[in-house]
């Protein structure tokens, strides 16, 4: 776990390059994530937590040793009468006694439930890097969705811009011909009235792009200020067949790999019970020392030094049928666990076809986007030179303003929605996490 945030951290640029610059890649947003992220470090705290409790004491392999000590002092009015005619009738008799031992208890069999518990906890821990690893894809794709956000954002900031330049131009244009009596106040104040309406859109996206910012940044729990930029290109992976995504993800999703983990505990929890049930051979043994003083009496001292040892062999033959039920209710529980692999199982796949056909559709949708927004480009310009020229009128202008802008706004949305569907394909067939 450790080596592998350090071996992402050397593949990364660093940070204070981008605090220079003011650019914020995609790898620094990761590496920030998994470096600070509180999820991923609460997720972290868990695992190491379960390698802890991963041990033959917890499992029941080694022995239980004791060491106890106890010592009283007495001060007593004694009258003691014997058979033999003797009579002791004494006050203030001081006596004393001192004991000390070791205990030792050490289950050498428990009908082989030592390592059905020694696995389970192997399996745990399993569970814990798994589940350490699933809180690192989650992250991974938030912060990769936050980051194409603000790149989404930041291009339709760009395209805005643009279409308000043309804007000017048409503004400049229009008052031109006002001042040469060849003009139409119709169309200058049709100019400002899409000024204002982009000026308005542009506050409207940069407040979005200011709140996309703030949650990567919280995300990532950063430092960085909210004026740093993104990488403003959008890099697309070639994906499997869906025949081949639904083998990766058999194979390789984490989520079933866990579910697949809670069915082997909840079968070793089952060896566990069943091993109640058979006798259980225990080696007992000790050291004591005992010491006892007394100043009158039959024995005036008795003192006792050495070593003892045993063996005890119990076996529950009725308990009310307790253990029977118990072995029962996790025997249905083994099968729910298998029930319910079996449905992550088939969700995922329903998931990952939706995503791919969605997938397939983006990708159809971002070629043509990409021919469109050229045919726009290259449309906007002929007007705008017509327009200079005296040529064109203000309605060929303003019809193919609208169409360059609308083309903008759906390039850039096939573009996020290309990058989502990829995402979540990637963390469905394991490929966020490696």
Known sequence: MRKFLISLSLCMPLLSAAQNMGLLTYQQAVELALKNNYDILIAQNNSSIATIQNNYGNAGFLPKVDLNASGNIANNNTHQEFSSGLSVNKNGVSSNNINAGAYL???????????????????????????????????????????????????????????????????????????????????????????????????????????????????????????????????????????????????????????????????????????????????????LFARSENAVGLTLLNQNLGFNAGLSVSWNLFNGSMTKNQIKVADIQLRNTALATNQLQQQLHANAYIAYMRWQGDKEILDLEEENIDLAKQSLTITTERMKLGLGTYLEIKESQNSYEAAITRLVTARYNLKESETTLKKLTGELVK
Do not use: C
């Not at 020694?118 to 912060?143: H, Y």
């Not at 279409?163 to 011909?177: F, G, L, N, S, W």
């Not at 106040?185 to 100019?191: D, I, S």
């Not at 959008?234 to 079933?256: C, G, P, V, W, Y």
């Open 105 to 287: 208890t050490w289950t050498v069999f428990d009908g082989m439930k030592m390592f059905a518990t020694k696995e389970r906890l192997n399996l745990l821990q399993q569970e814990g890097e798994l589940s350490f690893k699933i809180q690192l894809e989650s992250t991974i794709e938030a912060v990769t969705l936050l980051y194409f956000q603000i790149v989404r954002q930041e291009q339709l900031i760009k395209g805005i811009r643009t279409a308000m330049d043309v804007t000017d131009e048409r503004m400049k244009m229009a008052e031109k011909r006002i001042a040469l009596g060849s003009g139409s106040n119709v169309e200058l104040l049709q100019a400002k009235l899409d000024k204002n309406a982009q000026k308005s859109n542009l506050i409207q996206q940069q407040n979005t792009l200011h709140e996309v910012k703030k949650q990567l940044l919280v995300l990532t729990k950063s430092d960085l200020s909210s004026n740093f930029s993104a990488d403003s290109s959008f890099a697309f992976d070639n994906l499997l067949s869906m025949e081949s995504i639904k083998q990766k993800i058999d194979e390789d999703n984490r989520s079933i790999q866990f579910s697949k983990k809670n069915s082997l505990v909840a079968a070793q929890y089952m060896k566990e019970l069943r091993a109640q049930t058979l006798p259980k051979v225990a080696i007992n043994s000790n050291y």
